[in-house]
C-alpha cells in the first residue's frame, strides 16, 4: 500500500482548514450564497427546447459540442463518422445541419478520426486521431464561417481533448497516448502547446512527462498509478481533459487511468507537477454507495475497506476570491486491453492487460484457478493463486482468517467491480507479502491478503484546489437524490427516478443495472456564469440528464436542479424507438451565456452519444444578481 492512500481522504466535506479558508476566499455565508444586501438566493430550471438527431444509435455520432457566437455555429464531434457536424443555431430550438468538417479529407489523412472540438472568435480546433491510434495525430485550424482549412500541424498520439486559453492565442491538447489493444506499442503521453496566433502557420511545443522517468517508485509512493506493463512514466501517464486558469497561465489536465492531474506552465510549455488525488472512504458517513447489481432494490449504505478511485474524466477551472479552482467528473476507468484477444485469456501476458475483476472472485476462498481461461488476467495469475480479505477490516460483512464469508455475497460486495492492482499487503520492498490458505502470513503461501477494495470512480463530482487538495466532493449525494421521491425522469419531469435507478444507457428495462460498476457515472462538466452566480452542469453517462449546482462557494455548493430528456426507460432496445427514445448518454456539454447566445438567453448544449442527438436547452433562472 503506498503512502497516499494510508493517509485519510476527506469524504463529502473536506478538511475543516480547507473548507474554511476556500469559504473566507468567496466572502460567503454558511449558506453557500454571497454575503451583501443585493444577495437573493438562485433558482434554475433546465427546460428542453430543441436539438439535432444524427438517427444513429449506439454508435458515439455526437460526442463533444463547441459554439461559436460570431456565426452562431454549433460544432459537434460525430465520432462515428469521424467528423464534425456543423450545426445552424440561429433559431436555438431548431438546429439545423449546415455542413461537416472532414480532417481526413481536408488533411489527405486516410482513416483519422476527429476527436475534440474547441472555438474561439471564429477560429475552429479539431484534434485528430491518426488511423493507427499510437501514431502522431494532427491539430487542424478552420475558420468557423465557411469551414476553410487555414492550417495544420503534428502533435503527439491520440489527441483526445482540446482547449483555447482565454485569449485565444493558444491551443492545448491531451494526447493520452492509450497503448494498442495487444499492449505491444505504448506511446508516451503528452500535451501540445500550439500557438495559432498565426493559424496558417501553428507552432507546436510539447509538455512531456520525461522529466519524471527514473521517478516512478517515488510518484507511485506518492499515489499516483503507475502500472502498465514494462511502462516508465512518460508512457504510462495519459492525459484525458484540460482546464486553464483564468490568465492563461496554468492549465491542469486530467490523468485519468493514473488517479492524477498534471500541473503545466503554459509559456513554457512544462509538467511542473503530477498531483495525487487519493481516494474516496466509502466507509464514511455520507460516503456510501450501492455495490450490487442483482439484488433487487436500492441498497446505499457505508461500505468499511471500500475505497473509491476518482479517477476524473471532464474537469473545468473557475476563479472564486482571487483562488482557482478545480471541478471533476469522477467517472472512473479501467485499462482493458485484449479483452477480445482469446490468447490473453488463455494465459499470454503478453497479449494485453485487464485491470478489472470482480470482488466475488477475486476473493474466492477456494483461488481463482476456476476462472481461468474465462476472465482471470494472467498477470493477476502470475502473482499468486487467490485473494483473503483482511478480517479487521471486513469483518463486517463475515470475514475471518482464510475465508471471506458473506462478503462475497452478490448484495453485500461480491457483485462490486474493482482493480485487482490494489489493496493487497505489501513486503517493505513493494513485493506481495504472501499467506497460506489459513489467512497466515507465510512467504511460501500462494493468497493475497487484501486489506482494502478499490472500485472505480467516486460517483460525484469533486472541488479542488490549484495544488489538487480536495475542498468539497458531492459524497453519495448523486445516488441518494437519485432514490428520492423529489426526484424525476422525462422532459415533462414525470417518471420517478427510483423506478430505474442507476440505469443504463443503452437498454430499457434496466433497474440497478449499473450499481456494481460506477454508479450514474459522471462524466462531463460545464461552468458559466448566470446571474451572478458560477453554476456546474454535471452530465451522467449512465443515469443520463444533468445536474446544476450553485458552486459560487467552493466549500458549499448547492444542487438546483436536474433534467434528464430521455423519454422511454422501458423498451430493452432504445435504438427500435431512437425517434421518440429522448436523449440518452451525455458526454460533452458547452454553456453558452447568454450575452453570446443566439436568443439572448443562458444555454446548454449536450452531445449524446448513444442516442446521437445534440441536445439544446434553456437555463431559466430566477434570484441571484440580475
Not at 506552465?265 to 472512504?281: C, E, I, R
Not at 446544476?548 to 430528456?565: E, F, K, M
Request: aromatic share 8%; glycine share 12%.
Amino acid at each position: 500500500m503506498t503512502r497516499a492512500n494510508r493517509r485519510p481522504a476527506p469524504g463529502r466535506f473536506a478538511a475543516a482548514l480547507i473548507a474554511t479558508a476556500a469559504l473566507a476566499a468567496c466572502g460567503g455565508g454558511g449558506d453557500g450564497q454571497p454575503s451583501g444586501p443585493a444577495s437573493q438566493p438562485l433558482s434554475v430550471q433546465l427546460e428542453k427546447i430543441g436539438g439535432y438527431a444524427t438517427g444513429q444509435f449506439g454508435v458515439s455520432a455526437a460526442e463533444i459540442p463547441a459554439y461559436d457566437a460570431a456565426s452562431r455555429r454549433l460544432f459537434v464531434v460525430n465520432a462515428q463518422a469521424g467528423k464534425v457536424d456543423v450545426l445552424d443555431l440561429r433559431v436555438p430550438a431548431q438546429p439545423v445541419k449546415v455542413g461537416e468538417i472532414d480532417a481526413a479529407t481536408s488533411l489527405a489523412l486516410p482513416g483519422a478520426e476527429i476527436n475534440s472540438v474547441a472555438v474561439h472568435d471564429g477560429l475552429v480546433a479539431v484534434a485528430v486521431q491518426a488511423a493507427t491510434k499510437t501514431d502522431p495525430g494532427r491539430v487542424a485550424l478552420y475558420r468557423a464561417s465557411d469551414l476553410v482549412l487555414l492550417g495544420s500541424a503534428t502533435v503527439g498520439a491520440q489527441p483526445d481533448m482540446i482547449s483555447f486559453t482565454p485569449d485565444g492565442k493558444t491551443v492545448l491538447l491531451a494526447n493520452e497516448g492509450e497503448p494498442s489493444d495487444d499492449y505491444q506499442i505504448d506511446p508516451e503521453g503528452s500535451v501540445s502547446v500550439v500557438d495559432v496566433s498565426q493559424p496558417a502557420a501553428p507552432v507546436v511545443r510539447t509538455a512531456g512527462f520525461g522529466a519524471f522517468v527514473g521517478q516512478e517508485a517515488t510518484l507511485r509512493a506518492q499515489g499516483v498509478r503507475l502500472y502498465g506493463p514494462n511502462a516508465n512514466a512518460a508512457q504510462d501517464l495519459e492525459p484525458e481533459y484540460i482546464a486553464v486558469s483564468a490568465d492563461g497561465a496554468t492549465a491542469w489536465v486530467t490523468l485519468q487511468e493514473n488517479n492524477a492531474l498534471a500541473k503545466i506552465d503554459v509559456a513554457s510549455a512544462t509538467v511542473t507537477a503530477v498531483l495525487p488525488l487519493g481516494f474516496k472512504d466509502h466507509g464514511a458517513p455520507g460516503n456510501g454507495l450501492d455495490a450490487s447489481d442483482n439484488d433487487g432494490r436500492i441498497n446505499i449504505r457505508s461500505l468499511p475497506g471500500v475505497r473509491g478511485l476518482y479517477l476524473p474524466d471532464a474537469m473545468s477551472a473557475y476563479t472564486a476570491g482571487g483562488q482557482t479552482y478545480l471541478v471533476t467528473a469522477n467517472e472512473g476507468d479501467a485499462r482493458a486491453w485484449g479483452e477480445d484477444n482469446n490468447a490473453y485469456w488463455a494465459g499470454d501476458a503478453s497479449q494485453g492487460f485487464v485491470e478489472e475483476f470482480r470482488v466475488k472472485h477475486l476473493i474466492n476462498k477456494s483461488g481463482w484457478a476456476g476462472r481461468a481461461g474465462d476472465d482471470l488476467p494472467p498477470q493477476l495469475s502470475a502473482m499468486a493463486a487467490g485473494g483473503l480479505l483482511n478480517p479487521a477490516t471486513f469483518g463486517y460483512c463475515g470475514a475471518v482468517a482464510g475465508d471471506p464469508m458473506g462478503c462475497r455475497a452478490d448484495d453485500v460486495l461480491g457483485r462490486l467491480n474493482i482493480t485487482w492492482t490494489l489493496g493487497y499487503r505489501t513486503n517493505p520492498d513493494g513485493s506481495p507479502m504472501m499467506f497460506d490458505a489459513t489467512g497466515t502470513a507465510n512467504p511460501a503461501g500462494n493468497r493475497l491478503m487484501y486489506d482494502q477494495l478499490y472500485s472505480y470512480g467516486a460517483r460525484s463530482f469533486s472541488i479542488w484546489n490549484a495544488n489538487g487538495q480536495l475542498v468539497w466532493d458531492s459524497g453519495a449525494e448523486f445516488e441518494t437524490f437519485f432514490a428520492s421521491d423529489a426526484c424525476r425522469l422525462g422532459s415533462a419531469r414525470n417518471i420517478p427516478c427510483k423506478d430505474h435507478f442507476n440505469a443504463g444507457h443503452d437498454e430499457g428495462g434496466a433497474f440497478d443495472s449499473r450499481s456494481d460498476a460506477k454508479g450514474p457515472e459522471p462524466e462531463g462538466i460545464a461552468i458559466g456564469q448566470v446571474r451572478g452566480r458560477t453554476l456546474a452542469f454535471i452530465g451522467l453517462e449512465r443515469m443520463g440528464g444533468v445536474l446544476v449546482y450553485d458552486i459560487t462557494n467552493p466549500a458549499a455548493p448547492q444542487r438546483l436542479d436536474y433534467l434528464n430528456s430521455r423519454e422511454d426507460w422501458t423498451t430493452a432496445d432504445p435504438g427500435t424507438v431512437l425517434a421518440t427514445a429522448g436523449d440518452l448518454g451525455p458526454e460533452g456539454l458547452v454553456f453558452i451565456p447568454a450575452d453570446r447566445s443566439p436568443d439572448g438567453t443562458p444555454l446548454l448544449v449536450v452531445g449524446n452519444e448513444v442516442s446521437g442527438t445534440t441536445a439544446v436547452y434553456r437555463v431559466n433562472a430566477s434570484g441571484g444578481q440580475p
